[in-house]
């Protein structure tokens, strides 16, 4: 995944996406307050400098999809992996909640749910199919969207096709209305993803430590 | 079996205990079991709610629970290890107080053990751990240390207790068949004293790596992370040091109190607390050493992010905590520990339980800051440990108290056969060994 942060306007419709896409639950406000809200996309303010020379950057912060991830290592029951596809993925019905993976994740991008997920009447029904939702207790994370893959595959076999790139894409990336993200595979140096990573604008966060994010930046004069 | 009857009269006031119970022992019995009732209903309470009921949040997502956990297989430390080192260098000193630092070992342990557990979200699930284990996680490490380490120290806590066990076979009335199953057919022959000497030996040999590694794989689980602060190669040592610090502490405090209850006074004499508490005088400065050696890397490095940390510590909102932790762990033991006039048993009780208090600040200020301070800017959120944890932690405490005099009810708290064989056989073999140092005396 790209994120051009010249084009990104900051609207939070990739968050908001995300929200609803992934059957993130509503925890109100007073939950809220205590730190315990799910994101698995955010908006996380970058602040550089002292005030009054400030440079301030706003990220959308998706899971890093690390190639090297610190959180997978330390799972004591594979619930966190590197799946085929170099997702880092979640078994939210094996998870048992010790928050191990929470805690190593340098960009703190996996969430816990303190109380049990719930949603208000109305939205109940709305929920989204694809998507399971989880239980009081487990960790969850960014999967990238990971059942529309599965979905854009069946569909493609069906159609007696091969899967195309653009059959697929996450949410947030789907939702982004200036354009902002990027999605595709990496591993192929045609893709627009893998031309735009090795742009000059191009960083990735905390790239000091070796996590290898699979999620790339471009920003002008950083 | 005269002679036997005749020995045993000296030491008639080690079995007392467990042939009369008098009303403290009910009362303060039933206050504990007030205060583990109170936990067991508040840890339900948690289980249906979820672990909304305590004061973590994102990104502390590790609070109470996890020090707890840290703390108490700190504790453990005490027994086995201190046992095992005073066995090993013949101190003839350690008769009358191994038996009561190797019963904290093995009880301390549960709590340890069962802090992880009620930290889990899905409690249900612990078993995945064994169906799902992935080894290259450090947890699955502490999970195999931690179960060697217990099986060794409780048959390293049941092997000297078998002599003591035959002589409550022979001589206590009640429950003669428990005992008699335990004594394992012990008849106090010179072959099975023989024997016992070796595996006593063997185990005491044996524990000593399990005990280092298992506090070693404790700290490696904030170790193994690249985590500010935690990612650090002296948490082992560190660790380890801690533990043996706040084990010595707890094995004096304990020995106050039997000795006030029981009246012990005989056996536990102000030459062993003198002895400890010189023991824990060298830990209280072997701990100063470390964390200094951890802080001042960390504040000379200057790196931002870890100088957030070490500046929460220092004047932010943990330096409550931090200093809080310093004195309690070296201002007040030290002066207390270093004169002799104080290293008395009342000296050493309240130079220990300052000790104690500063150990669980320091695993509290080792894990909480960190996890308050993120690379990524995140909410500002204050972490305040809810009623919920502090019921529980009241309750461990509590339900290891009741443990223990359980204990001192059932088997001697100060071991019977060591002290009888220290005053027939070591005197004379302690007159032997001095020979064998000094020169112009004894053989080549």
């Known amino acids: 995944m790209v994120i051009d942060l010249d084009k990104c306007s900051a609207c939070q419709a990739c968050v908001v996406a995300c929200q609803a896409e992934n059957n993130i639950p509503i925890i109100g406000p007073k939950q809220s307050a205590k730190g315990r809200t799910i994101h698995w996309m955010e908006l996380i303010p970058y602040i550089e400098g002292e005030y009054p020379h400030i440079k301030a950057r706003l990220l959308p912060r998706p899971c890093m999809m690390c190639d090297n991830p610190p959180c997978t290592k330390v799972c004591p029951v594979y619930a966190t992996y590197i799946n085929e596809e170099g997702l880092v993925a979640q078994i939210n019905h094996r998870c048992i909640g010790c928050r191990y993976c929470t805690t190593a994740c340098p960009y703190t991008v996996k969430y816990f749910n303190w109380d049990k997920p719930e949603w208000p009447k109305e939205m109940k029904g709305s929920l989204n199919r694809d998507v399971s939702t989880r239980t009081k207790g487990v960790v969850e994370k960014c999967t990238f969207c990971h059942h529309r893959l599965l979905r854009a595959r069946e569909k493609a076999k069906i159609e007696g096709r091969d899967l195309l790139p653009e059959d697929y894409i996450p949410a947030c990336v789907q939702a982004c209305p200036s354009g902002a993200m990027y999605f595709g595979d990496l591993n192929d140096s045609f893709s627009a993803v893998s031309t735009l990573s090795r742009e000059r604008r191009a960083f990735r966060l905390l790239e000091e430590l070796g996590t290898e994010p699979k999620v790339i930046y471009l920003s002008e004069g950083t | 079996m005269a002679d036997s009857e005749s020995k045993l009269e000296e030491d008639a006031i080690l079995l007392r205990p467990i042939q009369r119970t008098g009303k403290p022992f009910y009362l303060s019995l039933s206050i504990l079991l007030a205060v583990i009732l109170w936990a067991v209903f508040v840890y339900l309470h948690q289980y249906r709610q979820g672990l909304g009921v305590t004061g973590l949040a994102r990104p502390i997502f590790w609070g109470v629970y996890i020090t707890n956990f840290v703390f108490f297989i700190g504790i453990s430390h005490a027994g086995t290890l201190i046992s095992a080192i005073l066995r090993l260098a013949k101190a003839e000193w350690r008769r009358s107080i191994t038996r009561s ?10 709590f340890g053990v069962g802090n992880i557990l009620m930290d889990l979200g899905r409690p249900d699930r612990m078993f995945n751990i064994i169906l799902y284990s992935q080894f290259r996680s450090p947890l699955l490490w502490d999970v195999s240390s931690i179960t060697v380490y217990l099986a060794s120290s409780s048959i390293y806590l049941f092997l000297p207790l078998i002599p003591d066990i035959a002589i409550l076979r022979d001589h206590a009335g009640k429950w003669q068949w428990f005992y008699r199953i335990l004594a394992l057919g012990w008849q106090g022959t010179e072959r099975q004293h023989h024997l016992l000497e070796k595996a006593i030996a063997f185990m005491a040999i044996l524990v000593i790596p399990v005990a280092v590694s298992v506090h070693t794989v404790v700290s490696f689980v904030f170790a193994m992370t690249i985590q500010p602060m935690w990612h650090s190669a002296i948490f082992g040592p560190y660790f380890v040091a801690g533990a043996i610090f706040s084990g010595i502490a707890a094995l004096i405090v304990a020995m106050n109190v039997i000795r006030k209850v029981y009246h012990l006074e005989d056996y536990l004499r102000p030459v062993h607390f003198n002895n400890l508490g010189i023991l824990l005088l060298v830990m209280t400065l072997l701990w ?27 004047t932010g909102g943990f330096a409550p905590y931090f200093w809080g932790m310093f004195v309690f762990c070296f201002v007040i033991p030290l002066p207390i520990l270093s004169l002799k006039r104080t290293r008395t048993p009342l000296g050493t009780l309240v130079a220990s339980l300052s000790v104690i208090i500063g150990m669980w600040l320091e695993r509290f200020v080792i894990v909480v800051p960190t996890l308050t301070n993120p690379r990524l800017p995140n909410e500002t959120v204050i972490y305040t440990p809810t009623w919920i944890e502090w019921s529980i932690l009241a309750g461990c405490i509590a339900f290891f108290i009741v443990l223990y005099m359980i204990f001192t009810k059932v088997f001697p708290i100060v071991s019977i056969w060591e002290v009888r064989e220290g005053r027939e056989k070591s005197m004379a073999e302690v007159q032997e060994r001095i020979k064998t140092y000094l020169p112009g005396m004894g053989e080549e």
Request: proline content about 3%; glycine content about 6%; cysteine-free.
């Open chain 2, 101 to 110: 630092a190797e019963v904290i070992t093995v009880l301390v342990l549960f």
């Open chain 2, 288 to 314: 100063f050493y470390f964390t200094f050696a951890e802080y001042i890397t960390v504040w000379y490095g200057g790196e931002p992010l870890h100088m957030t940390i070490l500046w929460s510590k220092f």
